[in-house]
């Protein structure tokens, strides 16, 4: 099914492409770059938004933060945040690989630090793939700085499933997965569905 999906969708740019294989080859978790379908998905999401800031919380390889970016309108800007600062040079050489990197300003650290230097700044969407341990907090950090009625996607949600399976709960990923959805779905500050897409993705709107 998913083989009939990627061959019935626009096509994975040739850059991004490249940026999936060698992240597979090059890194230790390489199963966490976006991906086609989701890759596409998050452009089109972009297109019927029309967001003039977008937030980022979780860069990896840059992959995410490129299909946002070629869904902006110009003049458009997406800030993504990665912590681990070993991506770095490969980020940058991806951002530099594309006509849409200019769209993306790169910040290192965590999260829950640099965002407070916003100050009074807003975003119209965030996208949020950070340490799934601390999902609830980077999730509370990021709506802050979310403008009312913006949105913010949520990934990993079903967490490779292991969200109802019981063995898997005394894992501290998982635990902090099972936490974010449990207390999201009593959050009446938002609206929130979760596509059962890839690995899940939670759409939330801010009331």
């Given at each position: 099914m998913e083989e009939y999906i990627l061959r019935h969708i626009d096509e994975e740019p040739e850059l991004l492409r490249e940026i999936h294989r060698e992240a597979h080859l090059k890194l230790?978790?390489?199963?966490?770059?976006?991906?086609?379908?989701?890759?596409?998905?998050?452009?089109?999401?972009v297109r019927m938004i029309n967001p003039l800031r977008v937030l980022e919380i979780g860069t990896?390889?840059?992959?995410?933060?490129?299909?946002?970016?070629e869904?902006?309108?110009e003049g458009a800007e997406v800030h993504t945040i990665e912590i681990d600062d070993e991506l770095e040079e490969i980020i940058r050489r991806n951002f530099g690989r594309s006509p849409f990197g200019e769209r993306i300003t790169l910040h290192l650290g965590d999260a829950a630090e640099l965002l407070p230097r916003f100050a009074d700044e807003f975003f119209d969407l965030a996208f949020l793939d950070g340490d799934k341990r601390h999902y609830?907090?980077?999730?509370?950090?990021t709506l802050a700085k979310l403008k009312r009625g913006g949105f913010l996607l949520a990934?990993?949600?079903?967490?490779?499933g292991k969200v109802v399976e019981k063995e898997a709960a005394a894992e501290r990923q998982t635990q902090g997965i099972m936490e974010f959805n449990e207390r999201?779905?009593?959050d009446h500050r938002v609206e929130k569905v979760i596509l059962p897409l890839r690995d899940g993705l939670t759409l939330i709107r801010k009331k």
């Open positions: 230790l978790h390489g199963f966490m770059v976006s991906g086609h379908l989701q890759g596409r998905l998050l452009k089109m999401l990896y390889t840059g992959y995410s933060a490129l299909c946002i970016a869904g902006l309108e609830w907090e980077m999730y509370e950090t990934d990993n949600t079903l967490w490779h999201l779905v009593n």
